[in-house]
């Protein structure tokens, strides 16, 4: 049968599934009873558990002869691998099923990249309300690689790396593995001592076997080659690797990214954050630092190196690693935002209601005092074409605070922190630690208006709204904003839609920390603004929340009536416009637990951007000083020492205001 056929079958609600389970995968040892307990709610689902080289081909084989239309795979990375790798020997990829790769390892790459992030159980359960009531489903199609050398089977994965990378996997595989720690954190632990081995190496000119660079000719699709010795190299078919790394900045329109950095680099640790974060534009070839896009390279080594998480060797080092991509391999995606590459089959994703981005527009588009067209023109000149947009927020908007008294509140959104910046450090700070706080002048008729603006790219204010634990972006945009310029309607609609999930998480996070019982809009959105300002260091008194649900109350109420549909499982409408709170006691207890969570990070963060504010803020401590007394009354002292040591003792003076419950 062909893709075409099974497509077709999932969108009549006719695909036949099967289910490849790895019981001995990181995170399904940890879940196994809820994993199992979804499968059974899902009867005309055919489920093998395979957990080495020779079950997994028998379950594959099983599986095909069944006829499915969708395989789910619930493993990790190397299960996946070896996987693909029987596909490939089995079938072509025009005639597999379509797949779905479930998060079920210590790492899972794949369905990360794929947009599939949550616990298994979780991502199951959304699959399975899928298959009840299917649509046209999300696909994207990635290719894979094919490793070939004479002497050997050809390999197939979608990632490949040498050198420290491959060190560090072989790192993992030794007794540290046994901690039974999974996922991020794990890979996160692994980069750790992959620096150390590097640092190590470099202080004292250890070249231990342990944590050599790697000596290999490289050779690129165009026919040009590179020799030397290498910190690493990497071959992957993934837009982004786990903890959303993406050190590879190619322009060409191919399907495999290729980076390497020379063990001869420069700047290392200046380069650090832009090679980790897909700002390596910055990066250059005479440095040690290459990236390109390709459809095959060739590399001559003698070395281990690793396939999706697999440890391999290479066999003659005098016959070539040949790299290729393979024709695209259709995937099932179960999330709203799908990041792909280069590759993409077009099909609507579950929308998010029409009339909460409608509502956003509006509040967006309401009218705004003409004194703000100086500050946004001064603006447009300063970032140019970096920027994308410039928005409106805070008291200035939602309190009527007039431009001669207060300090405009504004969001800069730039397509490139290193397009708006000429200086580096600015760009890896604003990428470190979004958003990058400034103080802006501009004379205007006989008297200065003042603003202070951040700087946040718009695809970290879409994770932001979306993704972020941290409520920084979708505490502040769930309120009313106005859209004071904009590039494009492409830029516009991704604003809004960020806004409309910044409205869904603002309500979700907070709802449930409420009891059981009717609640009016205005107690829903002053308990969660006042969860929200619990999570950041704020001079606010604690009736600023109330007061902020007062003023903006039909706005409010138009938000949380255009999102409701969304908000099911906690809210149900009313016929007198009040909501009945459907939350459990384990729902508010787990609600609760995750904002200490928030509060602990918060002020973690808080300090983090303070003290990065003084890099980019000018008079920033004056004004923390105008910002606490205006909202609190209690009056701070400049002293010299805390002029000259801004850091130091404004930690200082922050820890005393806390104690006196200034700051919360």
């Not at 389970?21 to 689902?45: C, D, F, W, Y």
């Not at 980019?616 to 400049?638: D, L, P, Q």
Request: aromatic share 10%.
């Amino acid at each position: 049968m062909t893709l075409h056929a099974r497509i077709d079958r999932l969108k009549t609600r006719t695909a036949k599934v099967g289910c490849l389970l790895n019981p001995m995968s990181g995170q399904v040892r940890k879940r196994q009873a809820a994993i199992h307990r979804i499968l059974e709610a899902m009867p005309s689902m055919l489920v093998c558990e395979a957990s080495d080289a020779t079950s997994f081909k028998t379950a594959i084989v099983q599986l095909l002869r069944a006829d499915i239309d969708l395989l789910v795979i619930v493993a990790g990375d190397g299960t996946t691998h070896a996987i693909l790798g029987h596909l490939f020997t089995l079938l072509a990829p025009e005639k597999w099923p379509v797949l779905v790769i479930i998060p079920g390892g210590t790492t899972n790459m794949t369905p990360l990249d794929l947009g599939m992030c949550g616990k298994p159980e979780r991502i199951l359960a959304c699959l399975r309300d899928y298959l009840l009531q299917p649509s046209a489903p999300n696909l994207v199609q990635r290719p894979a690689l094919r490793i070939e050398q004479r002497g050997m089977a050809p390999i197939y994965g979608m990632f490949f790396a040498v050198g420290l990378i491959a060190r560090g996997v072989k790192f993992s595989r030794s007794p540290v593995k046994q901690i039974g720690i999974t996922g991020g954190i794990f890979t996160f632990l692994i980069m750790l001592r992959s620096l150390a081995g590097m640092i190590t190496g470099k202080i004292f000119g250890r070249q231990d076997d342990e944590w050599a660079p790697v000596t290999m000719k490289i050779t690129q699709a165009n026919g040009e080659s590179h020799q030397g010795t290498y910190l690493f190299a990497l071959v992957s078919a993934l837009d982004r690797l786990l903890l959303n790394i993406r050190p590879y900045w190619g322009k060409e329109p191919e399907p495999l990214h290729v980076t390497w950095v020379n063990q001869q680099h420069k700047r290392l640790w200046r380069s650090l954050w832009p090679l980790l974060s897909g700002g390596g534009e910055v990066l250059q070839e005479k440095d040690g630092y290459f990236s390109h896009n390709t459809h095959a390279v060739t590399l001559h080594m003698d070395d281990e190196y690793i396939v999706d998480g697999e440890l391999y060797r290479s066999v003659n080092s005098y016959n070539p690693l040949r790299i290729t991509a393979t024709n695209p391999i259709t995937f099932l995606a179960l999330k709203d935002n799908i990041i792909t590459m280069n590759y993409s089959i077009s099909a609507p994703a579950k929308q998010l209601p029409v009339r909460l981005i409608s509502e956003v527009a509006w509040e967006n588009n309401k009218e705004t005092s003409p004194d703000l067209v100086p500050l946004v023109d001064s603006l447009i000149m300063r970032f140019g074409e970096s920027l994308d947009a410039v928005m409106l927020y805070g008291s200035c908007l939602h309190s009527g605070v007039s431009l001669e008294e207060g300090i405009v509140d504004l969001y800069v959104i730039v397509n490139s922190y290193y397009k708006a910046y000429p200086q580096n450090y600015l760009a890896n700070l604003n990428a470190w630690l979004a958003p990058n706080v400034f103080y802006l002048e501009v004379p205007h008729q006989e008297r200065m208006l003042r603003a202070k603006y951040a700087v946040i790219s718009t695809e970290d204010f879409e994770r932001g709204a979306q993704y972020w634990f941290h409520p920084y972006i979708w505490a502040r945009f769930a309120q009313p904003s106005r859209l004071l310029y904009v590039r494009d309607e492409t830029v516009r609609e991704r604003l809004y839609v960020a806004q409309a999930h910044s409205v869904i998480n603002f309500l979700k996070s907070g709802v449930p920390t409420l009891e059981a019982g009717i609640a009016d809009v205005e107690e829903i959105w002053t308990r969660c603004l006042t969860l929200t300002y619990s999570a950041e260091l704020r001079a606010e008194r604690e009736t600023r929340a109330r007061h902020l649900a007062q003023t903006n109350l039909s706005a409010f109420t138009r938000l949380t009536d255009v999102a409701s549909p969304m908000l099911e499982e906690i809210l149900e409408k009313q016929n007198n416009g009040k909501y009945r709170c459907l939350t459990t006691p384990e729902m508010q207890k787990q609600a609760l637990w995750h904002w200490r969570l928030r509060r602990w990070q918060g002020r973690m963060l808080s300090i983090l951007r303070l003290a990065k504010a003084t890099l980019t803020f000018r008079n920033s401590v004056e004004y923390a000083a105008w910002k606490i007394e205006r909202h609190t009354g209690v009056h701070v002292e400049i002293t010299p020492m805390l002029r000259r040591h801004p850091i130091l003792w404004g930690l200082k003076v922050a820890w005393q205001l806390l104690q006196r419950g200034v700051l919360r």
